[in-house]
């Protein structure tokens, strides 16, 4: 029994390698990353350790997210299977080593894109899924409503490592407030102190905050302040030096972002095969060779759309209907008065 | 590390780090350099443990101890502490401590004062701090008190060994640790004035203390669970060295005429240390090396400060990561080699 098992799975482990070759384009062979996943089966992507609404775990192990789902298109595209995707939670602290030591090919972490990340320690940011900015978190009952009213001595909980602890020394600084940093490995941990009243404020970006509130022990006794004090361009990274790989993750990002814009989603994309937009069919894969120019075939655009949904359904299923932010602010689309705005598919 | 666009070198210690700290040994914030940010890391890491160290030393040779005691009730107290304390790992201890402690501390405002001075709320121990007046030469004045017991001890011990008289060594000790020390009040010109902790209100709802010596909450909890979790492979330890002492060698300097405390003084003690330090040694270099987990409840220590924020700012995993190492490397050597000195010294002496 065992040993027609294992000539099984070494006969399928043979077609799978005669697949792969036989699919490999130019762009391909170019891109190890590409063709090592394709050898794999699935997409290794990097995620949170939980952050409801971007990437979260539920009881079953199922991931989802808005980060989540950018790995599950690139899975969709790149795999032609949304859910061949093997998730790596990671810590803060973890998150880069991952990906440049290659455990994982995608980190799609909740990630603020900066200069120094960018260009110093061997990565690239392939594009923003997420548009937020650091906020503080107070008890209603401190009376406090505006950051201004912080005063010396507060002291503020947030997450070891991260751009917000540079945030808040910059904030507190311009304000000339001395403040008491308590920082964390892990966000439980910075939610169950601040629960605690170990600290006066819980600063983190806004989604987070959000998100987190949630786990509070009452939510409704605490506030998320109006000002925002930094800009926090979220988005999906890969290792530098794979230009192949960046763009098909880029892409990925951007045909769930332009699929908004022109109305297709996962229920009509088919569809807008016969769309007398040009724009659409491109979209879908009715017409051009998009599909060859990332060294994929050509519906792999339609995958996404049909598996993973447009931007705005993702939005909405793991963002607004989880009541984190109902409202989209800066994440609407250009044409709707947001800032989300990604060069066209062509 | 070329082909991954990774760069190596050392020289970001000297850029500025830009992030600040809790608590902090030195004057530091995020102006100064990231070398200055591992030194704060280091300090703390060092303070934790030392203190770490005494009280684990002092739990640990009570209930030893209390574990060869004759009585019923003693005895299965300590046995009940050690079996529990060294048998639940020491990261939900520190958990338990910190965020049991953050969950049973009042407020601020709620604080009732100890002693009138001391104040334990949840946003740490606030304690009168001293602010002094010369003193340095308070400090001259005490190294010069230690420079002459160990004259005294010396010159006690040649004497003993010469006339076989016994000299009062504790009392005079003790006496020079008084007296020097107060003539630097009396006439060095030293004084101090005490700060006690006054309350501040931040707003509406939320208080806090200024002034005095404030001990964050992480630090207390990190010290409280190193210290009780060590403390019972000490007190093993210390129980073993006693009971490894022969019965024979009690009763015969019992019966040349040695008083109890003698007894234990110069013939069981020196016996039993033999067996005591080196495992003990082997509980110091673990209590330094769990100090570690410190970053899980916030406290700034080597690995949260430097190769926690530090390592994430720069992006210098490889550099930082081998400092680090490095540095622990080295602190479990300083500490191995000073308890080897000391075991060295007290081992038997061949004449």
Redesign the interface.
């Given at each position: 029994m065992f040993k027609i098992i294992k000539q099984l799975t070494s006969l399928v482990a043979v077609f799978a390698v005669l697949f792969a070759f036989t699919t490999e384009s130019m762009a391909a062979k170019k891109s190890k990353t590409l063709k090592n996943t394709q050898k794999k089966g699935f997409v290794r992507c990097g995620v949170s350790q939980g952050l409801p609404g971007f990437s979260n775990a539920d009881a079953a192990g199922n991931w989802t997210g808005v980060d989540v789902d950018v790995c599950r298109a690139v899975a969709a595209a790149v795999l032609g299977d949304a859910s061949k995707v093997k998730f790596t939670p990671l810590s803060a602290k973890e998150r880069f080593t991952a990906l440049t030591s290659n455990e994982i090919d995608i980190l799609s972490r909740n990630t603020t894109w900066t200069l120094s990340r960018d260009a110093d320690i061997g990565l690239t940011f392939v594009g923003v899924n997420f548009y937020d900015g650091q906020g503080f978190m107070v008890r209603k009952n401190s009376g406090i409503s505006s950051v201004n009213d912080f005063k010396a001595g507060v002291s503020a909980c947030t997450n070891l490592g991260t751009t917000t602890e540079l945030n808040m020394r910059d904030f507190f600084n311009s304000k000339g407030i001395k403040y008491e940093p308590v920082t964390f490995e892990k966000a439980d941990e910075v939610v169950a102190a601040y629960d605690a009243g170990r600290c006066d404020t819980y600063t983190t970006d806004k989604s987070g905050l959000a998100a987190q509130r949630i786990k509070l022990s009452n939510p409704d006794d605490h506030v998320v302040l109006p000002e925002t004090i930094s800009k926090e361009p979220l988005g999906p990274v890969v290792r530098q030096g794979d230009s192949v790989w960046e763009d098909i993750v880029r892409w990925s990002l951007n045909v769930m972002i332009e699929a908004e814009e022109y109305g297709v989603n996962s229920g009509n994309a088919d569809s807008m095969k016969t769309s007398d937009n040009p724009a659409v069919k491109r979209l879908v894969g009715a017409e051009g060779e998009l599909g060859a120019a990332l060294g994929l075939d050509n519906d792999w655009s339609l995958r996404i759309i049909k598996q993973v949904g447009n931007y705005g359904e993702s939005y909405k299923r793991n963002i607004a209907d989880t009541g984190i932010l109902p409202d989209r602010g800066p994440n609407e689309l250009w044409t709707k008065g947001g800032i989300l705005y990604v060069p066209p598919a062509r | 590390m070329d082909?991954?666009?990774?760069?190596f070198g050392y020289g970001f210690l000297s850029q500025e780090s830009?992030?600040?700290?809790?608590f902090s040994l030195i004057e530091y914030d995020?102006s100064h350099s990231y070398f200055r940010a591992y030194l704060v890391g280091l300090l703390n890491t060092i303070l934790v443990s030392v203190i770490g160290i005494i009280f684990a030393t002092v739990i640990g040779v009570v209930v030893g101890i209390a574990r060869l005691s004759n009585n019923y009730l003693i005895e299965r107290t300590a046995a009940v502490y050690v079996e529990f304390f060294r048998n639940i790992p020491l990261l939900l201890q520190i958990f338990f401590w910190y965020?049991a402690a953050?969950?049973a501390l009042p407020?601020p405002q709620d604080a009732d004062p100890m002693f009138g001075v001391f104040f334990l709320t949840?946003?740490g121990l606030f304690v009168p701090a001293f602010i002094w007046n010369n003193l340095d030469i308070f400090v001259y004045s005490i190294i010069a008190a230690i420079i002459s017991i160990i004259f005294v001890r010396y010159y006690a011990k040649k004497k003993q060994e010469n006339e076989g008289k016994q000299t009062p060594v504790l009392l005079i000790s003790v006496g020079l640790l008084t007296i020097l020390p107060l003539l630097s009040f009396l006439f060095g010109g030293s004084s101090f004035i005490v700060e006690i902790p006054v309350l501040?209100?931040?707003?509406?709802?939320?208080y806090?203390y200024?002034g005095g010596l404030g001990l964050?909450?992480?630090l207390i909890a990190l010290a409280l669970a190193l210290s009780l979790y060590t403390a019972t492979f000490i007190a093993e330890c210390v129980r073993a060295g006693v009971q490894g002492v022969g019965k024979g060698q009690k009763e015969a300097a019992a019966s040349i005429g040695l008083t109890p405390n003698q007894v234990l003084k110069l013939v069981i003690m020196p016996q039993a240390l033999r067996i005591i330090i080196p495992p003990t040694t082997n509980q110091y270099l673990n209590l330094t090396k769990n100090s570690s987990l410190a970053?899980?409840?916030?406290y700034?220590d080597l690995v949260?400060v430097f190769a926690?924020?530090a390592?994430?700012?720069t992006?210098?995993?490889i550099e930082i990561v081998s400092i680090t190492m490095l540095t622990y490397l080295s602190l479990s050597i300083t500490i191995s080699i000073f308890m080897n000195w000391y075991n060295k010294k007290i081992a038997i002496k061949e004449k």
């Open positions: - | 082909n991954r666009g990774i760069t830009s992030f600040d700290v809790q995020g965020f953050l969950r407020l949840i946003k501040n209100q931040l707003s509406q709802n939320s806090n200024t964050p909450p992480e970053a899980a409840i916030a700034p949260l926690g924020t390592l994430m700012q992006g210098r995993a």
